[in-house]
């Protein structure tokens, strides 16, 4: 009986043992494919349909701070900062300038941006309200 019982609780042990090292890896994972996310060099976004293509701006510490390009259609320059480093699968709240032609323009808003890359945000061109979405490379 005693043998039997000896058994039972190695067989267990091991199973429990086994898991462990398999949720681990899983974690492992995760953590690999979120920090290589953050190695995007390109954007392309559309505002209140009105394509851009954009460069990131990154700081000293490869850190995504911002984006600047060009507006297709009207065509002028585009520039987003955000208020602190990019992270993914959060809000990330930002302040934006550029031009619509030969007009300047400010605004400000926030994006959700998923760990592959896709982003979805609300914000304002002056005093009107815009809705942006859009995709990291």
Do not use: R
Not at 27 to 42: C, R
Not at 122 to 132: C, D, K, N, R, S
Request: glycine fraction near 8%.
């Amino acid at each position: 009986m005693k043998k039997l019982l000896l058994i039972v609780l190695l067989v267990v042990g091991f199973g429990f043992a086994q898991n462990e090292d398999v949720d681990t890896t899983i974690i492992k994972k995760n953590e690999f494919s979120i920090k290589d996310s953050l190695n995007w060099h390109s954007v392309n976004q559309s505002i209140i349909l009105m394509p851009i293509i954009a460069k990131t701006k990154k700081d000293n510490d490869s850190n995504i701070v911002g984006l600047s390009g060009w507006m297709i259609l009207p065509i002028g320059y585009y520039s987003k900062n955000y208020f602190k480093p990019l992270q993914v699968d959060a809000w990330n709240m930002y302040w934006q300038w550029g031009t619509i032609a030969v007009l300047p323009y400010c605004g400000f808003g926030t994006e959700y941006i998923s760990n592959n890359g896709f982003f979805f945000g609300i914000g304002t061109l002056l005093i009107v309200p815009e809705i942006h979405f859009g995709k990291y490379f």
